[in-house]
């Protein structure tokens, strides 16, 4: 075979390498913005709910207060 039809032949590793980070970074993106709305659903609960869960409403205004892309490591690895 020629060596062109080898270079044909070989994976485009770099495409594929391009694909699987966008591919990453949407998914990141994803979880974000989800991670935002649980944030925001928490801080629209009332006192005794916040209490029954083991909070108070200081910590959740710390916790809806977190910027979008602050994400928590244990739910990156999920």
């Known amino acids: 075979m020629s ?7 070989r994976p485009r590793s770099g ?3 391009f694909g ?3 591919s990453s970074t949407l998914a990141t993106l994803e979880l974000a913005l ?4 649980e944030r925001r659903m928490l801080h629209s609960l009332d006192a005794r709910t916040l209490k029954d869960l083991g909070f108070d409403r200081s ?3 710390v916790e809806a207060e977190r910027a979008f ?3 928590p490591v244990d739910r990156l690895r999920g």
């Open 15 to 17: 495409i594929a390498h």
């Open 59 to 61: 910590d959740i205004h």
């Open 34 to 37: 989800q991670v935002r709305r």
């Open 20 to 22: 699987r980070r966008i």
């Open 69 to 71: 892309w602050d994400l």
């Open 3 to 9: 060596s062109l039809t080898l270079a044909l032949l």
